[in-house]
């Protein structure tokens, strides 16, 4: 069984978004991330949907690659968004069966939340998708190094964030033959009772952990063996530079997020 890993995977091409400092990137990407709690109206997801179709062909992804990208996410965001049908009880009164009862306000709430979260979702995956790991390792220890001078290792933790983007393919290959493995000797956790697929679990995470470890100390122990040190010391090959584009594409979020706020005001 393979295990495919397709949510943010870098899809490469030389599109305005993949030219993009990947700070700008980053924090626009964070920025809307934040704004979108403040999303209640229609005409405002609207709107931030609008955006998000100009995002995508600014990234000349195919929007088909980006959907299967964040489809699992989307079907989760719409399994709890169904919750609040049964549990707002404000508003009035839609639908009535027995003790169920379904509002105005939960009908509201189970279309708001998955949507308004979707474009979340949407802007991780174009950051992802438009930016190699390296690129936001850069970006990620250029943001954290001003935490060196209070005495936190901010390239340490850039450096953590790297390896972690790196690792995540090969954890994810490493579960599906640790899976392989249990259901050739019968241990399926993917079959039989409800109580067997739980007490099946433990033996795959156990596993899984015990060879998360083992690559953890293989790195510790090549970083050693390359004579590795943190700090502020270091430098880059390639340096970021802000460019006008980059600028330019900071005032058009910025003129974007305000514009999010004004139609709420409408």
Known sequence: MTMRIGIGQYYPHPSFLHRLDPR????CALAVMLVIFFI???LQLLYVYVLAGALIAASRIPAKKIAES????????VFLGIFNLFFVRTGTPVFTLGPIEITSAGLWDAVLYPLRFTVAILAGALLLMTTTPTE???????????????GLPGHELA??????????????DEASAIIDAQRARGG???SGSFSRRIHGIGPVVIALLASSVRHAHNVGRALDARCYEGGAGRTQWH??????????????????????????LI
Request: include cysteine; glycine fraction near 6%.
């Open 239 to 264: 340096p970021l530079h802000m460019e006008q584009k980059d600028w330019a594409a900071l005032a058009v979020c910025a003129a974007a997020l305000l514009g999010l706020f004004l139609v709420g």
């Open 40 to 42: 209640q109206t229609p």
């Open 188 to 190: 399926g956790w993917d």
């Open 70 to 77: 964040i489809k699992p996410l989307v079907l989760i965001l």
């Open 136 to 150: 936001l390792t850069d970006a990620f220890d250029g943001v954290l190094a001003p935490l060196s001078r209070f």
């Open 24 to 27: 700008v990137k980053a924090g």
């Open 159 to 172: 450096m953590v964030f790297s390896l972690m983007l790196r690792f995540i393919p090969t954890i994810a």
